[in-house]
């Protein structure tokens, strides 16, 4: 049955801007991301398909084009307005860290952190660059690894820091196991990092490891030695 026979307050869309994007169920949702349904489909069944296929909203958004295509109706295009919008959330995190102290936002960092790390498939480690008031100046993955290990040279992480002029650094890097418990390789690789950039005088505020239900801070833990 099209959408546009259903009475006005059981619409997505309608619903949406009447009550708001959070009283809508997860197909209501995508079905207003898709915006219309194909032949003989609605827009809110295309929106069950994905997620029957795909497993949840998080599986939604983070799918493969590949994924996409298993499903009737659901091509590049629609591919590409999840990935947009998946982006403009990940980027709407950043500017509230470029505003504030990262250090003292834990919260709000680890969100970020999450939305950047937690759905990749291999081990990335990444440094936020901060300014003298802790704000980000900015992410930079500078090691993409195998499916559980990353190769870091504190070296390459020197450069980087210089070209970015920041006065501290945070360490981040994800589990793709999905367990963040660190290893006592990341802590040895945690102290190795902090001694080589004690030599130009940037201190390495936290180092936290993206799992998939947690992300764990070493500087909570006591673990920054």
Same mark, same amino acid.
């Given at each position: 049955?099209?959408?546009?026979?259903?009475? #006005?307050?059981?619409?997505?869309?309608?619903?949406?801007?009447? @009550?708001?994007?959070?009283?809508?169920?997860?197909? &209501?949702? #995508?079905?207003?991301?898709?915006?219309?349904?194909?032949?003989? +489909?609605?827009?809110?069944?295309?929106?069950?398909?994905?997620?029957? &296929?795909l497993g949840c909203l998080r599986g939604v958004v983070t799918a493969t084009k590949e994924s996409y295509?298993?499903?009737?109706?659901?091509?590049?295009?629609?591919?590409? *307005?999840?990935?947009?919008?998946?982006?403009?959330?990940?980027?709407?995190?950043?500017? +509230?860290?470029?505003?504030?102290?990262?250090? /003292?936002?834990?919260?709000?960092?680890?969100?970020?952190? !999450?939305?950047?790390?937690?759905?990749? &498939?291999?081990?990335?480690?990444?440094?936020?660059?901060?300014?003298?008031?802790? !704000?980000?100046?900015?992410?930079?993955?500078?090691? /993409?690894? %195998? #499916? /559980?290990?990353?190769?870091?040279?504190?070296?390459?992480?020197?450069? *980087?820091?210089?070209?970015?002029?920041?006065?501290? =650094?945070?360490?981040? @890097?994800? @589990?793709?196991?999905? $367990?963040?418990?660190?290893?006592?390789?990341?802590?040895?690789? %945690? %102290?190795?990092?902090?001694?080589?950039?004690?030599? =130009?005088?940037?201190? $390495?505020?936290? @180092?936290? $490891?993206?799992?998939?239900?947690?992300?764990?801070?070493?500087? *909570?833990?006591?673990?920054? %030695?």
């Amino acid at each position: 049955m099209s959408i546009k026979i259903w009475p #006005i307050s059981e619409r997505p869309r309608e619903k949406l801007l009447q @009550h708001g994007a959070e009283s809508l169920s997860d197909a &209501e949702l #995508i079905a207003v991301l898709l915006g219309k349904g194909v032949k003989g +489909k609605s827009a809110v069944s295309v929106a069950h398909e994905l997620l029957k &296929e795909l497993g949840c909203l998080r599986g939604v958004v983070t799918a493969t084009k590949e994924s996409y295509a298993k499903v009737s109706g659901v091509g590049p295009c629609k591919y590409a *307005q999840f990935q947009a919008g998946f982006e403009i959330f990940k980027r709407n995190l950043e500017i +509230k860290l470029k505003r504030q102290d990262v250090f /003292n936002n834990v919260d709000d960092t680890k969100r970020y952190l !999450q939305a950047k790390l937690r759905d990749c &498939e291999r081990e990335k480690f990444a440094l936020l660059m901060l300014d003298s008031q802790h !704000q980000l100046i900015a992410f930079r993955t500078m090691f /993409n690894g %195998t #499916i /559980n290990s990353a190769a870091v040279y504190p070296r390459e992480l020197i450069k *980087q820091v210089m070209i970015d002029n920041a006065a501290a =650094i945070i360490l981040v @890097h994800n @589990h793709p196991s999905g $367990v963040a418990e660190p290893s006592h390789a990341d802590i040895r690789l %945690t %102290t190795e990092i902090k001694n080589a950039m004690a030599s =130009i005088d940037v201190p $390495v505020l936290d @180092h936290f $490891v993206v799992g998939d239900k947690e992300t764990i801070s070493f500087a *909570q833990r006591g673990l920054l %030695t």
